[in-house]
């Protein structure tokens, strides 16, 4: 048994966090902080928790930063610039640590102060950070201390684009034109547990908004998604459109492409299918399924549909996910069964719900 702890855990990808970690056969959950619930029992803030957690948050007092450093693995489910303040002691003291938010996820610290509007306290640790995709960057993270776990729209974004941008690298040769547009809707859980007006019942119930047109954060991540997988010249740009949609959980991107004539000759189905097959959490549907997020609400899974229409010379990627699991939580537990040399679905396996 790994000891872990969670920084956040009452944020809903802490609670997430709780829900996943409880039922993992390989981890005990130590410890659990809230600096505004310090001294309560979770399951008195979360009634789902009881019978399953009878731990008492602890604020980030001097004794919790101490107890932090007995930890295996700790969780960091807090808000931006959170994480890096504590990573270099607990790493230093051989902890692993997985961020859920940016402070490890891009390269590039002039990109994290730009979108993230402030410095970052520890630039020299982004060199070691491995940015938490399995899908990507599984022989990395085996040998990470530092996880930056991916935003939820990224994640669905550049494991959408991954067998198109690799199949373009094999060929040598151009198969979709430059320009990529990914049109992407998320649940109101994606915004967080704290109140505000924007979020509240009135305002997002029986509504439809697009924001960050002008720029999203999770811009530079995906551009940095892709510019990972670019080995060949071709380079690609990318248009990211972000919505809010009135339900609690789900992500749904639609990625559209056009394609080239030698793209048009590829059958992306099958490319699509041979490049996932063996990847535990990606499911690609058969031709003509179209995806719904109900189909993966509280499961690790990404279920991916490919239009491929030549004539008008498209390629449309569909991808859903639930935000809070492989979209955060259930992508974290992935990274630290990979980066503890567990089976990578342990603790994972659960159908998603539905209704
Ligand atoms: N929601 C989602 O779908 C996704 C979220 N993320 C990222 O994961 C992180 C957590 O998100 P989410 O759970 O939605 O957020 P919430 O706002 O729901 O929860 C934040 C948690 O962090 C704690 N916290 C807040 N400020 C601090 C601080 N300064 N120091 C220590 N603890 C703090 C809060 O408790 P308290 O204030 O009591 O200490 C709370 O438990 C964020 O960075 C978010 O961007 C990533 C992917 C998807
Ligand atoms: C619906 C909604 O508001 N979603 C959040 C993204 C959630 C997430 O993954 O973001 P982080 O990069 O903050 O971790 C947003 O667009 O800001």
């Known amino acids: 048994m790994i000891s872990a702890a969670i920084v956040g855990g009452t944020g809903y990808t802490g609670i997430e966090l709780i829900r996943l970690l409880s039922a993992h056969p390989k981890v005990s959950i130590d410890l659990l902080t809230s600096r505004s619930e310090a001294g309560t029992r979770a399951d008195e803030i979360f009634p789902s928790l009881r019978g399953i957690s009878d731990l008492v948050f602890s604020d980030l007092g001097d004794e919790t930063l101490y107890a932090l450093q007995k930890c ?11 994480a890096m303040k504590q990573a270099a002691a607990l ?8 961020d859920l938010a940016a402070d ?7 990109d994290f102060e ?7 306290s520890c630039p020299e640790l982004l060199k070691t950070a491995v940015y938490g995709l399995p899908e990507l960057n599984r022989d990395k993270l085996a040998e990470a201390f530092i996880v930056g776990n991916p935003g939820c729209y990224p994640t669905t974004a550049i494991l959408g684009l991954k067998p198109i941008i690799e199949m373009q690298n094999k060929q040598a040769v151009r198969l979709i034109e430059s320009r990529i547009v990914i049109d992407a809707k998320s649940g109101v859980s994606g915004a967080g547990r704290q109140a505000s007006l924007a979020l509240n019942y009135a305002e997002t119930t029986d509504n439809f908004k697009a924001y960050g047109i002008g720029g999203h954060r999770h811009l530079p991540e995906i551009e940095q998604g892709i510019e990972q997988l670019l080995v060949s010249q071709f380079s690609q740009q990318v248009r990211f459109l972000p919505h809010l949609v009135p339900m609690i959980r789900g992500m749904f991107s639609s990625i559209h492409m056009a394609l080239t004539e ?3 000759g590829i059958d992306w189905q099958q490319e699509f299918e041979d490049s996932y097959a063996g990847e535990a959490f990606i499911d690609v549907l058969p031709h003509g399924v179209y995806p719904d997020t109900r189909s993966v609400r509280a499961s690790n899974r990404l279920r ?3 239009h491929q229409d030549n004539e008008r010379g498209e390629l449309t990627v569909l991808v859903v996910q639930d935000n809070l699991v492989k979209g955060a939580a ?6 630290m069964n990979v980066m503890f040399a567990f089976d990578e679905t342990l603790g994972l396996n659960a159908a998603p719900i539905v209704p």
């Open 72 to 82: 295996d693995v700790v969780f960091f489910a807090t808000p931006h610039g959170v």
């Open 91 to 98: 790493t230093q003291a051989g902890v692993k640590v997985i």
């Open 104 to 110: 490890f996820r891009l390269q590039s610290l002039a």
């Open 114 to 120: 730009h979108w993230y509007q402030q410095t970052h």
């Open 262 to 264: 030698a793209g048009a």
């Open 304 to 306: 991916i549909a490919i």
């Open 330 to 335: 259930g992508q974290a537990v992935q990274n």
